[in-house]
């Protein structure tokens, strides 16, 4: 159990979780708005999520992996290219999650919030492992 819970004890995770919640707040003002406007669920969700990963990215390097963003130039363009990653696969997640949803007939706020805590979990542990762990920058 112990190394399950190991990612989330890090002492990076409080800041990580402010971070997401303020990229999430991003997020779900985006997807609320754009649902009011009448856009479909799924193209909603997915324009919500890319914007609130652009506010991720912001936060995550500038207050939560500090002592791990790569200086500029090589190293960074890959860093910020495996953040782009870890964010495909979340936006992945939050659009099927969504998506299947709505197949289904669930009310689409209740599926992006079911979305939101699956592409939390996946996104945290990719960017804590991948992202930025200095050994996969490379030189």
Request: charged share 15%.
């Amino acid at each position: 159990m112990r190394i399950i819970l190991t990612p989330f004890l890090d002492r990076r995770f409080p800041r990580y979780l402010l971070a997401s919640v303020g990229a999430l707040t991003v997020d779900i003002a985006i997807f609320m708005a754009l649902l009011g406007a009448g856009l479909g669920a799924v193209p909603a969700a997915a324009t919500g999520y890319a914007l609130g990963i652009l506010t991720h990215w912001f936060l995550s390097s500038r207050a939560v992996f500090i002592d791990s963003v790569a200086a500029n130039g090589r190293r960074r363009s890959w860093q910020k290219a495996l953040f782009v990653t870890s964010a495909l696969l979340g936006l992945a997640i939050t659009t099927s999650i969504v998506a299947v949803g709505e197949a289904i007939g669930v009310d689409p706020r209740l599926a992006k919030l079911v979305a939101v805590g699956a592409s939390f979990v996946a996104t945290w542990l990719m960017r804590r492992h991948i992202v930025f762990r200095a050994a996969t920058v490379p030189g």
